[in-house]
């Protein structure tokens, strides 16, 4: 499985766009890439995903390289309850399994 | 809403004994997965099933096997409990299979302590 690097942590102000990067050098062509995120004591909950468009849903956008090698998560304004782990991840898009694969994700901190 | 039922929540053990977790899902989806996570590793792939009977490894399956008998129930058993073993286990299923795979939802964990 391809792999995705994140930075460890971040911080953001309540109210303020939060852009979340991620890099995937080693993306192949049939790749999705994916978004989920970790509430403290909470599983995994899906955030959004996309191939090669951006994507927008209720949640936040999804912004992706012409060259497909990085992707950003964007959230319009943070709030206190978006305070999370976030995990970007690569699924193969030809396999029938649907398989994730975690990474260690970004610890985001929302600041009042 | 996709439902998902985690049992036990919380288990405390000793080494050498077994001990099986339950996964129930009330949808009848087809694919499920045993992940376990702890700190400093995110969350890590033991075992998936793609339907009855139907299972798979992940990346640390060694320690774990599965059963999967009928849609609903996924079944994660500890054989001989080991201290490595003690983590939090979430149980996943896929909500679609659409382009891209769809999404993943979560269960509420299973927190194992192996003492």
């Known amino acids: 499985d391809a792999k995705t690097t994140q930075p460890n942590s971040m911080e953001s102000n309540e109210e303020e766009p939060v852009h979340l990067p991620c890099n995937h050098s080693t993306i192949s062509g049939t790749d999705y890439i994916h978004w989920y995120r970790q509430l403290p004591s909470q599983g995994p909950e899906y955030v959004i995903h996309g191939l090669t468009s951006n994507v927008n849903n209720r949640m936040a956008s999804l912004a992706i390289a012409e060259d497909r090698k990085s992707s950003t998560l964007i959230l319009h304004r943070a709030t206190l309850r978006d305070a999370a782990v976030y995990y970007c991840i690569l699924r193969e898009g030809g396999g029938a399994t649907n398989k994730l694969i975690f990474g260690t994700g970004t610890l985001l901190a929302v600041q009042p | 809403d996709a439902g998902i039922t985690q049992s036990p929540r919380h288990k405390v053990t000793e080494t050498g004994t077994p001990v099986t977790l339950r996964c129930h899902q009330t949808?009848?989806?087809?694919?499920m997965y045993w992940y376990r996570q702890d700190p400093g590793h995110g969350l890590r792939l033991i075992h998936y099933s793609y339907g009855v009977k139907d299972t798979d490894k992940g990346e640390v399956s060694d320690g774990y096997s599965v059963s999967r008998s009928k849609t609903e129930d996924f079944l994660l058993t500890l054989e001989s409990a080991t201290s490595s073993q003690t983590s939090v286990y979430f149980c996943a299923i896929s909500l679609g299979q659409g382009a891209g795979g769809g999404e993943l939802f979560f269960g509420e964990g299973s927190r194992l302590t192996v003492l």
């Open positions: 949808e009848n989806h087809r694919y």
